[in-house]
């Protein structure tokens, strides 16, 4: 019943599928074997970026929730770090006409350029009632993220902790956990990535590049997902 008969068709999408998440590796290798600066990479990553975010949202998907920069993505050339800055900044601007989605920017944004970080809260101030959720996972680290969620605890005064409270502390305290996690570039493995969060999820990993990760891959990534069975520890 979830399938289209026609492979690039978009596949019917229901509520086992509310979360995506993509881990958007290969830009310097697609840059690199186009002889082109890795920059150019990250570019056309982020063209391929808004289209697969907006293809979600047609699709039906509550949540996709995106890698943009790791916490060690900062030991990268200085030119190829303000290339990112830069195409967030880009992002952040374009995204204030944007009306139906909500923004949430996953991560410690307190090194970030001073007028970038006011845009990003801005933004997220401003979208926060929307129904649609992009989470931009933005100088993210999963461990920084925990360790981060467990000294708010310990200034709240806990001195013992449930699996909700953890939860609810973390930068997705408003989203559920991912169904689905998608990694490009023929890369297995999850670098820090959703780490309490990734505990139920799917995977799916292509040897596509991300600025070549188009409709036609997410609907192949999405076909993968509902093959899955997914028990949850349970016997079914
Ligand atoms: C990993 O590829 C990609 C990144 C570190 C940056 C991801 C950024 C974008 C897709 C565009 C920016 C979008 C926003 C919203 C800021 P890699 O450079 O590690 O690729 P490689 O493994 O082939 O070198």
């Known amino acids: 019943m979830l399938f289209n008969k026609n492979k690039n068709k978009a596949p019917l999408v229901d509520e086992r599928l509310s979360h995506i998440a993509f881990i958007m590796d290969g830009n310097g290798r697609w840059a690199k074997s186009r002889g082109l600066p890795r920059k150019l990479g990250h570019k056309q990553g982020a063209i391929a970026f808004e289209k697969i975010v ?9 949540t996709v929730t995106v890698y943009a920069f790791s916490t060690e993505n900062w030991k990268r050339p200085k030119d190829e770090v303000d290339a990112i800055m830069d195409l967030l900044a880009d992002y952040v601007e374009r995204a204030k006409s944007e009306d139906g989605t909500r923004y949430v920017f996953l991560g410690d944004k307190s090194i970030l350029r001073e007028d970038l970080r006011t845009e990003m809260e801005e933004l997220e101030a401003t979208s926060k009632n929307r129904e649609y959720t992009l989470n931009i996972a933005f100088n993210y680290g999963g461990r920084a993220e925990l360790v981060n969620a467990f000294n708010e605890l310990v200034r709240e005064g806990k001195t013992e902790i449930t699996e909700d409270d953890i939860s609810s502390h973390l930068y997705t305290r408003d989203s559920q956990d991912p169904d689905l996690i998608v990694r490009t570039a023929n890369e297995c493995r999850i670098s820090n990535f959703l780490l309490w969060q990734c505990a139920y999820s799917e995977f799916y ?8 990760f188009d409709e036609k891959e997410l609907y192949k990534a999405i076909r993968s997902f509902y093959k899955r069975k997914r028990n949850f520890g349970d016997v079914k």
Not at 54 to 62: N, Q
Not at 205 to 212: E, H, I, N, S
């Open 54 to 62: 907006r293809e979600c949202s047609k699709l039906g998907i509550k």
């Open 205 to 212: 990993f292509t040897d596509v590049l991300w600025p070549d």
